[in-house]
């Protein structure tokens, strides 16, 4: 049998592997020699170990039985004229043929100090297992400053990463924009804005000259090539990787251009029994990328199909790999295709939402060359579809996320998944042959969706288009739906996230049903949201019961009933704000924010703020934000009914109700509408005869009016309409599901909505209410209940170690008179040169 030796075992000797034997490899004796302690993993998946995720979960399912797996086995040279490479441990291992899939190591630029204690790369499980282990004894220390060189792809996910492990972060990027390898300026200004929302800090356009050491020779800060320095107790350096060609450039092996190991169309080098694939391999090709390396995984698992294919006799050749990329970067969707440039370009940029779109055309604009998203990349599957031929759908359509205009137009050779090439008429073909009924088996029929993930909803709606019911599964580790989770939960009394995993879904759970768990347990018990393990579940701003701004501080938001205050309690919020040096605004919902508390400092303002009777707003949670009002017949000449009287009854009532989404309502006096109560989840409008209601509104990105429910209600009447309106919505809404986007895609609409609410046709009245019952007997103001027990004041002491003094690398200006951080971008707006 001849002998094949593969060196590397990473993602793309893994698919080798699994090609070599799909097509029968009983011709070769196969040996894979690795470097690393364990066998092939996820690579592209590897920050999903800060989100809860195993080295297990990682795990790409070893090689098949009868191939020998060396693992710690670095191979240091290649013998060619001997067929036989020699390993670190002087082990000599014959070949017959030699497949390089040695992949890439992290750039570490020259800078002075890269090598202190504290500074690491981003690349494999043990630099993942290195890095936390020394967050977490910085951070015991008080030292929580974290930095990333490189805003790219990897510095994106790494900064991720150190904010997940709870350090303040900076990303330093020398280019004028994040990731400058896929977006445009526009893109990465809006992604800029994205990131920086999530608190963590951008610096683009600088770059870094020396990391220095702090009295204990560990790396204490970071300074720049144009002066000025941060703190930086973790230095995470992502500023990119070069082909690990040193074993083919010692063998004599040619190079490309820039580096990798020179491979033809078939992935072999110049010398027939060697192939080089993946990451180290540089492909020459037609064409003035000929020679380049790719440091994406869809090339190199083409490279090994074809590597496969070509040593079992085939006659494959590779075709310009695709480098079409779709991510998703700390929560923000960002996709490039195609060309960087074009004779043409539309752009599409909603700065409300932080969605940019930007797409290429021909000169004629009816070709399609290539384009950028940012904040939505819903579109992506059909725009990639779509390159080098007619537009599906006007520009602006496709641009502005129109569905329909996107779905319809896919074509059957569209690819669906880039990672594995898999195209639609594939995962058709599987679907409709009855192989596949659900997503895990289209992932198991033709691989799609198995290694980023980013088209796993393309895969569900390619399944409902041909009409295979999907089990609304909430993730992938609970096959129920939110609603089936709440029922659940609700029946058996279940009272923790463990047990219910435990029982009804698994594996560890993730960011998407950790935090709806919560919600509902906080919507059915009204506990506090950060006991026990309940703490785990929830997402940042819940987790200190307030919301992060941009510069990682964080904002307090007391609640202001019906948005009526007392002389009193205005002096009270005027005097904190002037004590802890907090930025006031009044906000659209009618109360008062105050900003740039630093976390230590919550429980000492709030203490201030519950003494004078305040409690905590729950503009953290998805819960009831506010109800706001018009002044009402009390002031108000036109007024026919006490517009803020019912607003402050019914914000008392619904307070810390938690809920799939955000929920806003208002009440208005009279039809003039003052507070806007049709843009509302549920508003209220006073009539002669009573209340109508309304429900179903928002504003934002898409605004809709709320539709009208029910009229002339008595005030009891309404109450109890409102009542089951929301628990009925709680119930029943998906996750993150506003009651605009519930209500539209609720069967029947409006109508079922009142046969249910009104009518009680489904005989659920009685439980809705009793249920909001339970909810405002059982409810407590959070921060009280915070400030009240030492053990639960503990989370905001541990920050106590923290610098007192505010993050030396941001600065402060003035605006208006009040104290605020210093843009990085446009200046404020002023008007004749003056500040208003
Ligand atoms: C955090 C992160 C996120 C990423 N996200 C994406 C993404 O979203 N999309 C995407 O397309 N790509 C992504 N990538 C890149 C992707 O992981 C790589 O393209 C892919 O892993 C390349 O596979 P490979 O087998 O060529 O190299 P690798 O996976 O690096 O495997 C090479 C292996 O060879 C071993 N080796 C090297 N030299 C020797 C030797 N002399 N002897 C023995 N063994 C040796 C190495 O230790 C390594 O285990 C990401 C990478 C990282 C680190």
Redesign the pocket.
Known sequence: MRRLVI????????RFVEALFTRGADLFDVTV????NRP?YD??R??AVFEGASADDLDLGGVPSGVTLKLS????AIDRSAGAVVCADGSVVPYDALVL????RPFVPPIEGASLPGVFV???LDDLDALRAYVADRVAAGRTAGAVLGGG??GL?AANALRLLGLRTQVVEFAPRLMPLQVDDGGGAVLKRHITDLGVQVHTGQSCSALIAGADGSVASLAFSGGGMLDADVVVIAAGVRP?DE?GALAGLPAGPRGGILVDESCRTEDPRIWA????AALALQGPESGRT?????P?YAMAEVAADRLLGGGAVMAEPDTS?K?KLLGVDVAAFGAATGPLDVVYHDGATGVYAKLLLSDDAKTLLGGVLVGDASAYPALRASLGGPLPAPPIALLAGDQDAVRITLPGNAQICS?NGVTKDTIVSAITSGAATDVPAVKACTRAGT??GSCVPALKQLLNECGVHQPKALCEHFGQSRQELFDIIRVRGVRTFSELIGEYGHGRGCDICKPVVASILASLTNGYVLDGEQASLQDTNDHFLANIQRDGTYSVVPRIPGGEITPEKLIVIGEVAKDFGLYTKITGGQRIDLFGARVEQLPLIWRRLVDAGFESGHAYGKALRTVKSCVGDTWCRYGVQDSVGLAVALELRYRGLRAPHKVKAAVSGCARECAEARSKDFGIIATEAGWNLYVGGNGGFRPRHADLLATDLSTSDLVRTVDRFLMYYVRTADRLQRTASWLEALDGGLGHLREVIIDDRLGLGAELDAAMARHVASYADEWRATLEDPARLERFVSFVNAPQTPDPSITFTTERGQRVPARSGPVPVTLHGRQP
């Open positions: 060196i590397g075992h990473g993602m793309v000797a893994q020699l690795a470097e690393e092939a690579r592209v590897l920050s086995c670095a191979v240091t899939a040695t992949g890439s981003y690349r494999t792809l990897l996910e690990r074993l694939i993946g990451e180290c790719y440091g994406l995984v869809a190199g990329t991510l990672c290694t980023c």
